[in-house]
Every structure is written in C-alpha cells, then in structure tokens.
C-alpha cells in the first residue's frame, strides 16, 4: 500500500484538535480582545500608545522574516504570532518608551525567546515577557522604570512624541523630551521630570501608602484621589492612573480576557487559580489587597501572558497547579523583592516549570483505577489496573469494551 508523502505530519506539541480552531484563528482572538485595552490606553497616554505599538510589532514582523529566511525556515508571518508578540510587549512598556528601546526589546522577544528556540511552539518563555525582564536588568532599566502619570498629554499635545531620556541634572536620572530634543517642563515649578507619577505598587513599595495619608515626594498617578490621597477605585478599575499601556485598565483587561474565556481561546483556570490565589495571599496578610490586585500587571498577565498555549501545562491539573505557583510567587516577589511588581519574573520560571509539569502531571491512562500524581518512570511501577477477564473465543469490539 503506498501512502502519500503528506499524508503523515509530525508537529510540535501543543496541538489543536478541532478542525476549525487555528492558530491564526487564536492569534485573531487575542488580537480582537486587546482592542478595548489599546482604546482606553490611547485615550489615557495619547498617540504615544500608537508609536510605541507601531515600532513594536513593525520590528517584531521584520526580525521573524529576516531570523527565518537566514535560518532557512518556512516562513510564518501569516500566523500573527508575531504580530501578537510585538503588541503584547508593547503593552508591558511604559508610555514614554523610547522608540529605540522598543524595537531593541521586541527583536530580542522575537528573535532571543521565539525563533532561537526554534520558532513557534518550541519556545520555553513567553516571548514578550522575556524582552521585558532583559530590559529590566540591563542598562536600558532607567527607560523601562519611568511611569508618566495619566493623560500627560494635556501638556504637551495630544499627538506630540514624548520619550524618557537620560539627564543626570535631573533627580531620578530621568526627563521627558521630544523627537526635536524639547525637554517637557513643568509650568509651576520648571522641573523637567513633570510628567512622572508614582504607580500604586511604587507607592506601596516604598511605604507612602500609609494609613491615614500618602507620603511621597512624586505626584501620586491617579486622575481621581481618595481623601487620604490614595488612588480611588475607580481610577485603578476603569485605567485612570499611571502604569504600563496595556495594565492600566482593569475593566478593559476583563472585557477581553471573558471574550478569550467565549471562544475557547484560553482556558479559565489559568486566570482563576492565578489571581485567586494571589488575592488570598495579599488579603490574609493584609497587604493593600485592592491595590495589589488593581495596581499592577496581575490581570494582564493572567489572561494574557500566562494562558499562551506554547508556555504553559497541557493537561487540566496542570495548569491549577502553574496558575496557583505563579500567583503565590507574584505575591512572595511583591512583599520580599526589591522591586514593586513580579508578574514577569513569576510568570518566567514557571514557563520553565511547564516543562516538568508535563512531564510528570498527566492525564489518566485509560483502564488505570487510580489516577498517579506522576507518570511512570523508572522504579515506579504505578496504579494497580484493572483489567477484565475475557472468556475464550470471544471477541472485543472495537474500543475494548465487551
């Protein structure tokens, strides 16, 4: 019997089972529901959102077809990946990035975490969230650790260019200038860093946030303040308040994350178990739960950055177990790091973790009578199965069922 040469192919794990769910069918998905997160950034930060979003996913569709095409791959730009890498590391970005920064960290996201690996679906990281914490941790850190505060573009015009530059005449090493090289000053007080705001988590971090007022030398970033000063709900809920373009907005985040939830483009206990079990953590502890949970990138990350098909575990008690690991790490970097936010870092080494997850948490086995925690490996010989007996000459059905 002859086969034919295509009648066979060998892919790489995870694999989509339904004939009509894609990967540019998921990718799409992804891409539609961050459209209400980009709309409340614009609206917040200005047409800097659009600047940065552009250099992003431009550089990170330039770098797959050039990385592919010298590595003598089949290229890939039609499954969006690497349109939704390129906007997703847009999202983690503060507002004022500069434009150079951005495309550095998306060629490291694209050709570093994805097509070093070997390209899609052969990735140990979350392309986007590695670029982030390289950035974090090299000399580019001071461009990447400046929050502008909301709707600073009232001051230097709505389409107008804004990107952190270093000045070391400047307290923070840090000031706002223009592509002509303008720097942004205030009109009280003539400083030039006028456009930071102090985050919730920055607050927190630095023990401002205390009980009866805020202590802080840098403007809270928060359009609508509670009497004590602190950022109200509502400006951390609806976005109104300093952050990266695409943490800000809560209600956004969980309009697009319900309709990943709706198309089955992501599985609900990823997002359930990571932000539950961080929630209980900061509550039993008592540590500004609201904030912690409202005032940084925990529900970005859990609907969006966790969930990616390729870094996260196969199997339903997998991910309970990847999901509450993450958000119980979010909330140990949190309280005991130096830095006031963990969601990449967390997110990273349990990216690393997937792979023993898989190896060792997996599906029952059909006729097992127990379920193992772990796959049978040497010196374990596993559940006691049990196997029916089958009078001579008869003959099983197809699917082994008598």
Request: charged share 10%; hydrophobic share 50%.
């Amino acid at each position: 019997m002859q086969v034919a040469d295509n009648a066979l192919a060998v892919t790489v794990s995870p694999h989509i089972h339904e004939k009509s769910r894609t990967i540019e069918r998921g990718m799409l998905d992804v891409l539609i529901a961050l459209v209400p997160v980009v709309a409340v950034a614009i609206v917040v930060f200005g047409m800097n959102v659009i600047y940065i979003i552009a250099v992003s996913v431009i550089t990170a569709g330039l770098t797959e077809v050039v990385v592919r095409r010298v590595l003598g791959r089949r290229q890939s730009l039609h499954d969006l990946s690497a349109m939704v890498t390129g906007l997703l590391f847009a999202l983690v970005l503060p507002p004022t990035t500069p434009l150079w920064v951005v495309a550095i960290g998306a060629f490291i996201a694209v050709a570093v975490a994805k097509e070093l690996f070997g390209g899609l679906g052969k990735n140990v990281f979350n392309p986007a969230l590695f670029a982030r914490l390289v950035l974090m941790v090299t000399p580019l850190a001071v461009y990447v650790h400046k929050y502008a505060r909301p709707f600073f573009w009232k001051a230097t015009g709505f389409f107008t260019p804004i990107a952190t530059s270093i000045d070391n005449s400047v307290v923070g090493r840090a000031a706002y200038k223009t592509l002509t090289g303008r720097v942004v000053l205030n009109a009280a007080t003539g400083a030039p860093n006028a456009l930071t705001g102090a985050t919730p988590l920055t607050l927190i971090k630095n023990g401002s946030m205390l009980a009866n007022t805020v202590s802080s030398s840098t403007p809270v970033g928060a359009t609508w303040l509670t009497t004590t000063g602190r950022p109200s709900f509502w400006s951390t809920f609806l976005g109104l308040r300093s952050g990266s373009i695409g943490e800000i907005s809560i209600l956004a985040l969980l309009i697009g994350g319900a309709y990943l939830i709706y198309r089955g483009t992501i599985d609900w206990r990823i997002p359930t178990g990571m932000i539950g079990s961080f929630f209980l953590l900061t509550a039993v502890t008592w540590n500004h739960p609201v904030y912690q949970l409202l005032g940084g990138g925990l529900v970005l990350g859990a609907f969006y950055m966790a969930t990616d098909w390729v870094t996260s575990p196969m199997t339903r008690r997998g991910k309970w177990i990847y999901a509450v690991g993450i958000g119980v790490t979010i909330a140990l970097l949190r309280f005991f790091s130096p830095w006031p936010e963990g969601v990449a870092i967390a997110i990273l080494q349990w990216n690393l973790i997937t792979i023993l997850i898989d190896r060792y948490v997996t599906q029952p086995r059909f006729g097992e009578a127990r379920r193992p925690w772990f796959a049978r490996t040497r010196g374990y010989a596993g559940p006691s199965v049990e196997v029916a007996a089958v009078p001579a000459g008869k003959v099983l059905p197809a699917g082994g069922r008598s």
